[in-house]
C-alpha cells in the first residue's frame, strides 16, 4: 500500500517561498501521476497541480506563476515551492497519488503552513 | 466560495440512511463523469470512497454509493455507522485542466 507524507517548514514569511516534500513509501514514485492540495483554514480543498512521472507539469492556473513542482526518483519523493507567499497562502498542505480523471487514490496526512512575520 | 455546493451539514441515526449532494454545472458535474469523493476525519489523511461519479475503491464498504442527474451528484451512505462520521468532499473535473471542490460536508451520526 502506498503512503504519502509531507514535510517541510511551519512556518514562512511573507514575500518569501513555501517549500514542502512529499515522500512515497510501498510503491515506486516512477509511475502515475502526483499532486499537490491544499485547504486553507475554514476553506475548502484547492489543487495546486501534479507532475507526471515523465516530469510533466500541470499547475492551477490561478497558481501558475508562482508554482513549481519537481520529481525526485532516486530519493521517492516529489517537491512544491510556491513563491512570493502572502498571508492567503496559509494553509494545511496535502500530497496525493492522481489516478485518472483528477482522482486522488491516497494522499498524505497534510502540513500545516502560516505564512507570518 | 467552492466552485460546487455541498450542504454545510447531514445527519441520521445509526442504521439509517443518508444522501449529501454535489452541484455543480454542465461545465463540470454535468459534463463529464469524473466526480469524486472524499472522507476526511479531521488530522487524518483523505480516503477515497467513490470515484467516476459510481465507482467504489477496493476496500470501502458497498454501503456508499454514488450517483448522479444533471449537474448535481450524490453521495448515500446506507446503514450509518458511528465510525462514517466525517467530513465528506465531492470534486468534478471542470474543463481546462482545473479541478472543482464541493465546500464539504460534515456528516453526524446521531
Known amino acids: 500500500q502506498v503512503q504519502l507524507q509531507e514535510s517541510g517548514p511551519g512556518l514562512v514569511k511573507p514575500s518569501e517561498t513555501l517549500s514542502l516534500t512529499c515522500t512515497v513509501s510501498g510503491g515506486p514514485i516512477s509511475s502515475d501521476y502526483w499532486s499537490w492540495i491544499r485547504q486553507p483554514p475554514g476553506k475548502g480543498l484547492e489543487w495546486i497541480g501534479y507532475i507526471r512521472y515523465s516530469g510533466t507539469t500541470n499547475y492551477n492556473s490561478s497558481l501558475k506563476s508562482r508554482v513549481t513542482i519537481s520529481l525526485d526518483t532516486s530519493k521517492n519523493q516529489f517537491s512544491l515551492k510556491l513563491t512570493s507567499v502572502t498571508a492567503a497562502d496559509t494553509a494545511v498542505y496535502y500530497c496525493?497519488?492522481?489516478?485518472?480523471?483528477?482522482?486522488?487514490?491516497?494522499w498524505g496526512q497534510g502540513t500545516l503552513v502560516t505564512v507570518s512575520s | 466560495q467552492s466552485a460546487l455546493t455541498q450542504p454545510p451539514s447531514a445527519s441520521g441515526s445509526p442504521g439509517q440512511s443518508v444522501t449529501i449532494s454535489c452541484t455543480g454545472t454542465s461545465s463540470d458535474v454535468g459534463g463529464y463523469n469524473c466526480v469524486s469523493w472524499y472522507q476526511h476525519h479531521p488530522g487524518k489523511a483523505p480516503k477515497l470512497m467513490i470515484y467516476?461519479?459510481?465507482k467504489r475503491p477496493s476496500g470501502v464498504p458497498d454501503r456508499f454509493s454514488g450517483s448522479k442527474s444533471g449537474n448535481t451528484a450524490s453521495l448515500t451512505v446506507s446503514g450509518l455507522q458511528a465510525e462514517d462520521e466525517a467530513d465528506y468532499y465531492c470534486?468534478?473535473?471542470?474543463?481546462?485542466?482545473?479541478?472543482?471542490f464541493g465546500g464539504g460536508t460534515k456528516l453526524t451520526v446521531l
Open positions: 467516476e461519479v459510481t
Open positions: 496525493a497519488r492522481n489516478s485518472g480523471c483528477y482522482t486522488w487514490t491516497q
Open positions: 470534486t468534478s473535473y471542470g474543463g481546462g485542466n482545473n479541478p472543482v
